[in-house]
């Protein structure tokens, strides 16, 4: 009797097989009235990265549970795909360039963005080539890209739809802002950290007195639009109206009194900086305070801040220290402890910020989404995590879509010569439109300038279940009807991790009801997420 060889080989093994089960297109799916459809989309993994321990896990529960439907007679589809992660990839992109010796301010948006393409070509199918080395038994055929021509047009008609019923917005906003990336961030992209700093106390001095705040953020001082109390406090009450000095610039602000501040917090006395703190920013609107924004794009003292300019904030936050001890305006330093955000992209400390951005109304949207998994029509697995889901949903609020950035679907809003602003879904389109509601004859399409922005990216894969069936795409006169979208759609399991529940699964479930009226898939398996390094 032959040996047997105890060394099993998986190169030789799993290469051969795999290579037998593609040839013969035992994971190609077609629709098929005969057979009950068994549908799974991949979440689409960045292109800018390589599979790690989360997506080995995650694909493999996926695989298991699309090969138990195929052997149970169903007709099983699994999509893949890939994103174009717009912070993440510009970032890469950016980070090459400058090892070439090339600065992205230097380039045209094209040329820039012909970087990007050549990046996504080159790395983009790695992970889609690790797919096939675990064995994933995905419908290769079918592998779609948040940014190709049919995924982009779906994601500018739903713009364009969502704006024209009032549901898209464009104002001014305190927003979080990444100096790195040089963009905004949502509330769920931003990381609160426990830090240790230094809390500042320094005495402002007027001609009636002096009040002393507690501060973490000296560097901002410049920016002061108020000092704030509160009306009840008896320490202040004389000094309620009266004005005192900002230190080292020596501009006048006036000692105002609202119940939001605690009095036996800190020294009972908040400087109030309605540029650079949300709260304060809020404070600031109901007083009719100045607004003062002292920081560049970068994150460095700006003209407005008058002393230290072109300094980056935390090298200005140790010289203020030290301009305040020799002014004799620091009171004391005080080791602390506190928050602060970071940017779950580039790790940056985030900077609030008011900034001109285009918002999406939530209300309204999200409704159908929270009510159907509340009720189970939905099923969130394990359950215990429909009160995270509840707690978001309940309190949504609007989502800013808009990023400062030149890779990922742009904004499709048009704004003519006296900065009148025409969303719609091209320049033809928005030329039309100039034309039939303003009687502008003889404006042309050069006369149009695009938005700038692109779209948040959670705002092209929102769509994901819908698009990548092509499920917005209206079939032309001559083409066959889309049988997909109505054979596959809704899907069936969704597998992903707990930290983009809100990002991601909630907000598939908000465009499946708005534009499929249903439902994406019926059952959410959110997986454990992998913390050993």
């Known amino acids: 009797m032959a040996e047997i060889s105890k060394t099993y080989n998986p190169k030789e093994i799993e290469d051969k097989w795999y290579k037998y089960w593609i040839d013969n297109q035992y994971f190609k799916s077609k629709p098929n009235p005969d057979k009950e459809p068994y549908t799974i989309v991949i979440p689409p993994p960045n292109v800018t990265g390589v599979l790690h321990m989360g997506h080995m896990l995650n694909n493999t529960i996926q695989d298991v549970l699309i090969r138990k439907a195929r052997m149970e007679g169903k007709e099983a589809c699994w999509v893949p795909g890939t994103d174009h992660a717009s912070i993440a990839t510009e970032a890469k992109v950016v980070a090459m360039l400058k090892e070439k010796g090339i600065n992205k301010a230097d380039l045209t948006r094209e040329e820039f963005l012909k970087y990007c393409w050549e990046w996504t070509e080159k790395y983009g199918g790695i992970i889609l080539q690790q797919l096939r080395k675990l064995g994933a038994s995905c419908d290769w055929d079918r592998t779609r890209f948040t940014m190709e021509p049919s995924l982009y047009d779906a994601v500018i008609d739903v713009f364009v739809d969502l704006h024209n019923k009032g549901d898209i917005y464009r104002g001014h906003r305190m927003v979080n802002w990444d100096p790195q990336a040089k963009t905004t961030v949502s509330d769920e992209e931003v990381i609160m950290k426990d830090v240790q700093q230094k809390l500042y106390y320094i005495r402002y001095d007027g001609v009636e ?80 305070l100045e607004i003062i924004d002292i920081l560049t794009d970068e ?49 940056a400390i985030i900077e609030p910020k008011i900034s001109l951005q285009w918002f999406l109304k939530m209300k309204r949207l999200s409704e159908p989404a929270l009510e159907n998994v509340m009720n189970d029509t939905i099923q969130l697995i394990p359950p215990k995590f429909k009160n995270t889901y509840n707690h978001w949903m309940a309190n949504v609020r609007d989502w800013c879509i808009s990023r400062q950035l030149w890779w990922g679907h742009r904004i499709p809003a048009f704004y003519m010569p006296d900065g009148t602003c025409i969303v719609a879904k091209d320049k033809k389109a928005a030329l039309k439109i100039a034309r039939d509601k303003y009687q502008l004859y003889a404006l042309s399409e050069t006369d149009l300038t695009q938005d700038e922005d692109v779209l948040d990216t959670w705002f092209s894969s929102w769509l994901w279940p819908i698009s990548v069936f092509d499920g917005f795409k209206e079939p032309a006169d001559g083409e066959p009807y889309n049988e997909d979208i109505n054979y596959y759609y809704p899907t069936n399991d969704l597998v992903t991790a707990p930290e983009i529940l809100f990002f991601w699964v909630a907000r598939m479930i908000i465009a499946g009801y708005e534009y499929k009226g249903t439902y994406p898939f019926k059952n959410v398996y959110l997986t454990g997420i992998v913390r050993d390094k």
């Open 299 to 347: 994150g460095k003292l700006n003209e407005k801040a008058l002393i230290l300019v072109g300094e980056d904030r935390f090298v200005a936050r140790k010289k203020i220290a030290k301009l305040l001890t020799e002014s004799g305006n620091l009171v004391k330093e005080e080791d602390y402890k506190s928050t602060v955000g970071t940017s779950e992209r580039t790790g």
């Open 209 to 288: 007195g002096s009040v002393t705040i507690a501060t973490t953020r000296p560097e901002t001082i410049m920016a002061d639009a108020a000092i704030c109390v509160n009306p009840a406090d008896e320490r202040f009450q004389d000094l309620i109206g009266k004005k005192v000095r900002i230190p080292l610039i020596n501009r006048e602000i006036t000692i105002i009194a609202d119940e939001y501040v605690t009095m036996d917090f800190g020294t009972g006395c908040l400087k109030v900086t309605p540029a650079h703190d949300q709260n304060d920013y809020a404070l600031g609107q109901k007083h009719g």
